[in-house]
């Protein structure tokens, strides 16, 4: 989705807040996205509930981090307390910084707080360099920030520029445990459905009816007899009873795909019930690119089908 095409009235974004969070820094990396209203929340859930609910026109959240995995709060509200669509997704390289009020040494530090995620993130540096330290969660790497720059002796982990924000200094540069790591961010609405560009992501959430052996394989099977290769699968508890679990399926493609819209009304007919949480354009290096070579190719291909049809005799 693009702002450019609601008019000259700013959206509303909802996001992780406050200022100086991770998911505001890959928000600005959108351009058409950062020239908006941008509306800090507290929580991913409420984020997501304003876009339900109409108060912001689009939300922005968190939904898998590279080393943490799945952000499962995120997952479980949009495949049960929401019917929101998915309009992109957007990475961002992730660097954990430890910070507090200038002057402040290592040794000085008595307490630390972050996001849970960001905390799991630098677990390594945390027992080798400050094994005494209480370390505590925060709603947001930018709300430890914030409470950090009141309060000498503690520190918070996340980006610089959330120290930028608060004033903080920092106090030792990139501490996660494993480099090369990544946030997948998605932008939601409330209705909506991009349009194919050759280089898609589908996301759904698929239920099957009968708990039988077999039955997710016969699911899966579905995908693979047709090629269509799937990013993610993910179990989640299906909020019924014990033992009863749904999938969250991100696979290749778009709705408006035949073969992909063609293996979703098979599951669909003999195996499960599924809640379509969206087709929007796929992330990662040289994406432009390959949507651009896939869409010459579709349209080579559609020439070449279209030339067949018009050889059926009436």
Same mark, same amino acid.
């Given at each position: ?12 974004? *909802? ?17 058409? !996205? ?29 939904i898998e981090n590279a080393i943490e995995g799945t952000v499962n709060v ?28 200038? *002057? ?18 630098c677990r390594g540096f945390l027992t080798t360099k400050l094994p005494d ?29 959330? *120290? ?47 708990? #039988? ?13 047709r090629n269509i290769n799937l990013s993610k699968l993910t179990s989640r ?27 979703? #009304? ?10 379509? !949480? *969206? ?36």
């Amino acid at each position: 989705m693009s702002a450019s095409n609601h008019g000259s009235e700013p959206l509303r974004i *909802g996001y992780l807040g406050p200022a100086g969070t991770f998911t505001e820094q890959a928000l600005r990396s959108q351009a058409d !996205l950062a020239s908006q209203e941008l509306i800090p929340m507290r929580t991913f859930v409420d984020v997501l509930g304003a876009t339900q609910d109409g108060d912001v026109d689009l939300g922005f959240v968190a939904i898998e981090n590279a080393i943490e995995g799945t952000v499962n709060v995120t997952l479980d509200t949009l495949a049960f307390d929401t019917n929101l669509l998915i309009q992109r997704e957007v990475l961002l390289d992730i660097t954990m910084n430890l910070m507090a009020l200038p *002057g402040t040494k290592l040794e000085d530090i008595v307490s630390i707080a972050s996001h849970p995620v960001a905390n799991a993130q630098c677990r390594g540096f945390l027992t080798t360099k400050l094994p005494d330290v209480d370390v505590r969660p925060a709603n947001s790497t930018a709300e430890a920030a914030r409470d950090a720059a009141s309060r000498p002796g503690v520190a918070a982990l996340g980006p610089a520029i959330a *120290g930028e924000t608060y004033g903080l200094e920092i106090v030792a540069a990139d501490v996660a445990d494993i480099c090369d790591n990544q946030t997948r961010f998605i932008l939601v609405a409330p209705t909506g459905v991009p349009k194919q560009t050759g280089h898609d992501k589908t996301t759904i959430v698929v239920t099957a009816r009968d708990d #039988r052996p077999g039955s997710l394989v016969a699911i899966l099977h579905e995908f693979s007899a047709r090629n269509i290769n799937l990013s993610k699968l993910t179990s989640r508890p299906a909020r019924t009873r014990l033992g009863n679990y749904c999938f969250i399926i991100d696979l290749y493609g778009h709705i408006a795909d035949d073969i992909v819209a063609n293996c979703l #009304r098979n599951v669909h007919a003999k195996h499960a019930d599924i809640k379509f !949480l *969206g087709s929007y354009p796929a992330a990662g290096q040289g994406s432009n690119q390959l949507r651009e070579e896939v869409s010459d190719a579709w349209q080579e291909a559609r020439v070449w089908m279209e030339s067949l049809r018009e050889q059926i005799v009436e």
